[in-house]
């Protein structure tokens, strides 16, 4: 037994030995760091582990943050039209090339391609709202505020700001926060998921292509250790962080403890409202894309249809005859949703369909173990829609963050309006009616932070800003739009008194007000 034991170690490590680790990028160059310990980074539609991520120390992220400490003194002196041109360089870069940044996504999440390359979209968007920096950090000036006075405004740059980013979107959601705080004159330290790493690393290389000087963009990877060293450093100005709500609670406590800015967005627990007068074919389909899109792993995801009662059985069977369709497999193979991220977590949403039938739901599409395309052993989880779910069950009040679809029938608005309100979390929600007297209502009543009236998935555009209310967002911060250029940004005001000559050099504005 020993003897076997020993061997079969040995070919483990042996075949670890041949796989690939990405590294940490420090100052525009891959760093090893001086940690040894390191995580492994599966390919989800195989099941097997294609590569391995190196977890950083606590010295590490310190190299890190010096690094980009000592980048700042002149990336902020950086004149505007520089920056500028930079990003633009950055944009172009990004859109010829996105294929490729598409076939990381594809390989590390087990996202599809088409899904994969929607997500490079919606980052692009606000790489070209970042291109619009100086419109955004532009100061203000009142002209004589008293005689011979003058007061302006100006937007500085923070520091060294750290991003904490989540597995389900690696590439969009570093592109929501860093092409702003770069643009805006800061140094940037990001943390992107240990389980799907190499599309920071990919989009860190970009940037340096594109002309970013050396030390201004840097990627430390890491569990716990590295994040804690993150919210902990003295010279880190600003955290901004997306994932689940206990975590952005734990992020957002931790780093405003340590005197930083925090952008905290948690969790979801989307609502789907529609009313008896709704396009029923338009609203299966929404319910269908929204359920089930990129395996159903993001915060905006519908988990919920409130269906009114007289018209859930039609829904729910128009909603069943369209998953009836969908293809379950491998992203590279013209499917419409991959595999989860891990095989642990795939194992858990699969749980929840127990759960419901423990709690008197109707599973009306199973799942597990359906025919896929792809390696047996992948981390699959097919479809899934429950019917008639109590609201008291877990299945209804957990964040399942997979492709499980609930239907809670209401019997009208208001009651449909009462349980999205009542709930714990306010990210995104919808409501489908052809009524725009309830659909106003619904805008002006609904405690969600996103709203869509007929858009099952409400993410704003680049140009305005992306946030929850409630359990999904913690402090006051969103990302992007008007919101991530003035988070990223300190206002100094001054007020100004210059001597005039043609008066003998004495001021006669101050402190007299005229």
Known sequence: MTETSTTTADAGEATRSQLATVEHWIGGASVSGESDRTGPVYNPALG??????????????????????????????????????????????????SPELAAILTSEHGKVLGDAAGEIARGLEVVELACAMPGYTKGEYSENVSTGIDVYTVRQPLGVVGIISPFNFPAMVPLWFFPIAIASGNTVVLKPSEKDP????????????????????????????????????????????????????????????????????????????VLPDADLDLAADAAVNAGFGSAGERCMAVSVVLAVDSVADALVAKVRERMSGLKTGDGTRGTDMGPLITREHRDKVAGYVDVALEDGADVV?????????????????????????????????????????????????????????????????????????????????VTVGMVGINVPIPVPVAYHSFGGW???????????????????????????????PSHGGINLGFPQHE
């Not at 792809?374 to 097919?382: A, C, T, V």
């Not at 967002?473 to 100094?492: I, N, V």
């Open 198 to 273: 190499s599309a920071a690393i990919w989009l860190a290389k970009l940037m340096q292509e594109a002309g970013l000087p050396d030390g201004v963009f840097n990627v430390v990877h890491g569990d716990k250790v590295a994040v804690d060293a993150l919210l902990e450093h003295p010279t880190v100005r600003a955290i901004s962080f997306v994932g689940s709500t206990p975590i952005a609670k734990y992020i957002y406590e931790t780093a405003s403890a340590n005197g930083k800015r925090v952008q905290a967005l948690g969790g979801a627990k989307n609502h789907m409202l």
């Open 365 to 445: 599409v199973d799942g597990r173990g359906i025919e896929i395309d792809g390696d047996p052993d992948g981390f699959w989880l097919g479809p899934t829609l429950v019917d008639k779910v109590p609201t008291s069950s877990a299945v209804y009040r957990d964040e399942i963050f997979g492709p499980v679809l609930s239907v809670v029938r209401v019997d009208g608005y208001e009651e449909g309006l009462g349980i999205i309100n009542a709930s714990r979390y306010g990210n995104g929600t919808a409501i489908f009616t052809n009524d725009g007297g309830a659909a106003r209502r619904f805008q002006r009543e």
């Open 48 to 97: 097997t582990v294609q590569k391995h991520v190196r977890f950083a120390s606590v010295a590490d992220v310190d190299l890190a943050v010096k690094t980009a400490e000592a980048a700042f003194a002149s990336w902020r002196d950086t004149s505007i039209a520089k920056r500028q041109q930079i990003m633009f360089a950055f944009r172009e870069l990004l859109n010829a090339r």
């Open 470 to 500: 409630k359990d999904s967002l913690f402090g006051t911060s969103k990302s992007y739009g008007p919101h991530g250029f003035e988070f990223y940004t300190q206002e100094k005001a001054i007020t100004s008194r210059w001597l005039d």
